[in-house]
């Protein structure tokens, strides 16, 4: 696609960052699981965390840039592109979801990372099935008291505020859900130890605890009853930003198989001029850039305003297909790398890890196709 001068001027300022001071860390925050804090701060150095969202917020307007800042911070480390993931995603739930107050309350802290947010629908029996969450939001007088327990809510230990979904509705009902703002230092709310992860390490992954948490009225995202629909809708035009994560750690998996193979000799000869290590690369490469092509034409779908069931497959086919590509390059390139695939010496284990952490989180890809197959036979149905 043809990008703006804009556009290639973020591309290739991220690019360069990611080079000279992303990349060097990469494997140390893999191998230590520790928040990378520097990298949130050279994140915030550079005004990248309103990049998708309006003007206003000093932001870009532009999902294109976005997925590029994405994309080259990806290439090099996991982590460090996910810093921006986990304060985009409660950014875009306010801006959607949110009353004015909420957002001049929340957004321009955000944007200038002074806060961090997190966001949490999963609990130990409900994942994909959203509705089939149990945490209740009662009415009390001045608000809401909050009981339940989430799992695998990601930048929760470092978050000021964590946006919650609970039911409000009737007891044992599926429907009726909402968003709340809740700040980590409500009563009654507590944050547990953090997972031992296989990839995805340096975000913390907490389970949350909810023992009558008083939440006031003004921290409900949106209508009681309605709220979830609106955020949740309002995340098909995010999606392609969990898409081009799988582009960037394709990409990156395949620079790195590139660089060995070219260094390396078996036989007499450089491995890269076997013909078969040749057509592993090449269907590399032919991956990637079909998964590029439909990542990016999704964010220049979601810049030209189109929205409901035509953007959500056409991001749920992104997602899908670029998580999967992540997946079977990182595998291929761990093969190319041979006994170094599998040695912690080398980074490429790295991606093989964070790979499949892809192809679960924001919507499993079964999930995806389930969106896809639904829309296609909606359709068929209809004609
Ligand atoms: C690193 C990491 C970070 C995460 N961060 C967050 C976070 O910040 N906030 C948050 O709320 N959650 C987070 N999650 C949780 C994540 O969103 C869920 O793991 C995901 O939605 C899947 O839910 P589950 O694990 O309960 O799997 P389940 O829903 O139990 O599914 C198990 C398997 O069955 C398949 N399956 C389920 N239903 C169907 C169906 N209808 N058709 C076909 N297949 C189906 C799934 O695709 C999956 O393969 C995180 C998870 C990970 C691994």
């Given at each position: 696609?043809?990008?703006?001068?804009?556009?290639?001027q973020v591309r290739d300022l991220v690019r360069r960052v990611a080079a000279e001071r992303v990349a060097p860390r990469a494997a140390e925050i893999d191998?230590s699981?520790e928040y990378p804090q520097d990298m949130f701060d050279l994140l915030r150095e550079l005004g990248l965390f309103t990049l998708?969202?309006?003007?206003?917020?000093g932001g870009?307007?532009?999902?294109?840039s976005a997925?590029l800042a994405i994309e080259e911070l990806g290439r090099v480390c996991y982590n460090t592109a996910y810093l921006l993931v986990v304060q985009w995603?409660?950014?875009?739930?306010?801006?959607?979801?949110?009353?004015?107050?909420?957002?001049?309350?929340?957004?321009?802290?955000l944007a200038s990372g002074e806060l961090r947010?997190?966001?949490?629908?999963?609990?130990?029996?409900?994942?994909?099935?959203?509705?089939?969450?149990?945490?209740?939001?009662?009415?009390?007088?001045?608000?809401?008291?909050?009981?339940?327990?989430?799992?695998?809510?990601?930048n929760?230990?470092v978050?000021?505020?964590?946006?919650?979904?609970?039911?409000?509705?009737?007891?044992?009902?599926?429907?009726?859900?909402?968003?709340?703002?809740?700040?980590?230092?409500?009563?009654?709310?507590?944050?547990?130890?953090?997972?031992?992860?296989?990839?995805?390490?340096g975000l913390?992954?907490?389970?949350?605890?909810?023992?009558?948490?008083?939440?006031?009225?003004?921290?409900?995202?949106?209508?009681?009853?309605?709220?979830?629909?609106?955020?949740?809708?309002?995340?098909?035009?995010?999606?392609?930003?969990?898409?081009?994560r799988?582009?960037g750690?394709?990409?990156?998996?395949?620079?790195?198989?590139?660089?060995?193979?070219?260094?390396?000799?078996?036989?007499?000869?450089?491995?890269?001029?076997?013909?078969?290590?040749?057509?592993?690369?090449?269907?590399?490469?032919?991956?990637?850039?079909?998964?590029?092509?439909?990542?990016?034409?999704?964010?220049?779908?979601?810049?030209?305003?189109?929205?409901?069931?035509?953007?959500?497959?056409?991001?749920?086919?992104?997602?899908?297909?670029?998580?999967?590509?992540?997946?079977?390059?990182?595998?291929?390139?761990?093969?190319?790398?041979?006994?170094?695939?599998?040695?912690?010496?080398?980074?490429?284990?790295?991606?093989?890890?964070?790979?499949?952490?892809?192809?679960?989180?924001?919507?499993?890809?079964?999930?995806?196709?389930?969106?896809?197959?639904?829309?296609?036979?909606?359709?068929?149905?209809?004609?």
């Amino acid at each position: 696609m043809q990008l703006s001068d804009e556009q290639i001027q973020v591309r290739d300022l991220v690019r360069r960052v990611a080079a000279e001071r992303v990349a060097p860390r990469a494997a140390e925050i893999d191998a230590s699981a520790e928040y990378p804090q520097d990298m949130f701060d050279l994140l915030r150095e550079l005004g990248l965390f309103t990049l998708p969202f309006p003007e206003q917020y000093g932001g870009s307007g532009n999902m294109v840039s976005a997925c590029l800042a994405i994309e080259e911070l990806g290439r090099v480390c996991y982590n460090t592109a996910y810093l921006l993931v986990v304060q985009w995603v409660p950014f875009g739930a306010i801006l959607a979801g949110g009353t004015e107050e909420q957002k001049q309350r929340y957004l321009p802290g955000l944007a200038s990372g002074e806060l961090r947010g997190a966001f949490s629908t999963t609990e130990a029996q409900s994942g994909s099935d959203v509705a089939g969450i149990r945490t209740r939001a009662r009415r009390v007088d001045g608000g809401y008291r909050i009981n339940g327990a989430k799992i695998w809510c990601t930048n929760s230990a470092v978050a000021d505020f964590i946006i919650v979904a609970a039911k409000t509705g009737e007891e044992d009902t599926r429907g009726a859900i909402n968003f709340f703002i809740v700040p980590h230092d409500t009563p009654g709310f507590e944050i547990g130890p953090k997972e031992d992860k296989m990839g995805a390490r340096g975000l913390p992954s907490c389970p949350l605890f909810f023992d009558d948490a008083l939440v006031p009225e003004e921290n409900r995202l949106g209508p009681e009853g309605k709220g979830f629909a609106i955020v949740m809708d309002a995340f098909n035009q995010s999606r392609p930003i969990i898409a081009v994560r799988g582009v960037g750690l394709a990409q990156g998996a395949m620079d790195l198989a590139l660089d060995f193979l070219g260094q390396r000799e078996a036989f007499g000869q450089p491995i890269v001029d076997f013909q078969g290590v040749r057509w592993m690369l090449a269907d590399m490469a032919i991956q990637i850039e079909a998964a590029r092509g439909l990542v990016y034409k999704a964010a220049a779908a979601v810049d030209a305003g189109v929205r409901g069931k035509e953007l959500a497959s056409m991001a749920a086919i992104a997602k899908c297909h670029a998580t999967d590509t992540a997946m079977r390059v990182a595998e291929d390139a761990v093969q190319l790398f041979g006994a170094a695939g599998i040695s912690n010496e080398f980074p490429i284990n790295r991606y093989f890890r964070d790979a499949k952490v892809l192809q679960i989180v924001e919507g499993t890809n079964q999930i995806q196709r389930n969106i896809i197959s639904r829309n296609l036979i909606a359709e068929a149905r209809s004609r």
